[in-house]
């Protein structure tokens, strides 16, 4: 009986050890995993702020671009204003000239309608005269009716021409359009 006390004492005394290894392998492997979930964690918190900055970054660069498009497309518009105000200062020193002719003074209008109509075009705004064509509410506004034998809908008379800018409206026709005779 006492070698069964010193079998079961020493089987206990392994089993303990065993515990004692299985515990240690438990705590490793807890360790070796704490320390690998605070290196990924390091990771993505750096991933993180480079993710931030290059974000903050690109809106500041996009910022940027925008003003300096506003910029540049304010320019080319002032400079091709520029064009314009030259030419009415120089029709305003001929209109105080005393010998003043009524035909030059009608050939620098021309002179001066064909330089804005050459400085829209550099801007790419198109003109919008819609005579004859049909009532179109997105590009006209219509002024009144007008009884007429043309098709219902169709524009009779420009009152003011319309302006657009690629397909942007800057300014809608205003137009009389035709109704039915009664």
Known sequence: MK??????SESTNEEEKALVES????EEK???????LIEENKKLNDLLLRSRAELDNFQKRTIKQMQLAQLYSTEKLSSELLVIMDS???????????????????????????TTQEVFEKLNIEEI????EDFDP????AMTTKDSEKS????????QKGYKLKTKLLRPALVVVSKKNK
Request: charged share 35%; glycine share 2%.
């Open 3 to 8: 070698e069964e006390n010193e079998n079961s």
């Open 30 to 36: 807890d360790l070796n995993e704490e320390l690998q």
């Open 152 to 159: 219902e809908n169709t524009v009779l008379e420009v009152m």
């Open 129 to 132: 005269n819609p005579i004859d």
């Open 88 to 114: 009415l200062e120089a029709a305003e020193k001929l209109s105080n000239d005393p010998n003043m002719k009524i035909e030059s003074f009608i050939e620098g209008n021309n002179l001066l309608l064909k």
């Open 138 to 141: 997105e590009y006209h506004q």
């Open 23 to 26: 515990d240690l392998e438990t």
